[in-house]
Nanobody, 125 residues
Framework: QVQLVESGGGLVQAGGSLRLSCAAS????????MGWFRQAPGKERELVAA????????YAADSVKGRFTISRDNAKNTVYLQMNTLKPEDTAVYYC??????????????????WGQGTLVTVSS
């Protein structure tokens, strides 16, 4: 069964840290680019960070640069999002997504077909 399963969300105070994980199964993870997206209440889903199949960081949103880091472990079929210095405006449901083409994650997110179920991150002030 092809699936992505996120974990690691929760409630944290501003300035704190969380690490999200996304475990993949049912496909050749090491051949897929990966992305982390988020959707805050009343807002559209946005790309937060993306990594190529080899782990190179292909994108980080300006709002998270210097605070969030995407990484992956192909041996464990898992992609991570380390989030530091969290702010209340980071509150959102965070989703991971996979696609064979990095370009699709970077520019055609609405057409992605493989998504996790999401994990809620709440940052209190």
């Amino acid at each position: 069964q092809v699936q992505l399963v996120e974990s690691g969300g929760g409630l944290v105070q501003a300035g704190g840290s969380l690490r999200l994980s996304c475990a993949a199964s049912g496909f050749t993870f090491s051949s897929y680019a990966m992305g982390w997206f988020r959707q805050a209440p009343g807002k559209e889903r946005e790309l937060v960070a993306a990594a190529s199949w080899s782990g190179g960081v292909a994108y980080a949103a300006d709002s998270v640069k210097g605070r969030f880091t995407i990484s992956r472990d192909n041996a464990k079929n898992t992609v991570y999002l380390q989030m530091n210095t969290l702010k209340p405006e980071d509150t959102a449901v965070y989703y991971c997504a996979a696609d064979p083409r990095l370009a699709t994650i970077l520019t055609r997110g609405r057409y992605l077909e493989l998504w996790g179920q999401g994990t809620l991150v709440t940052v209190s002030s």
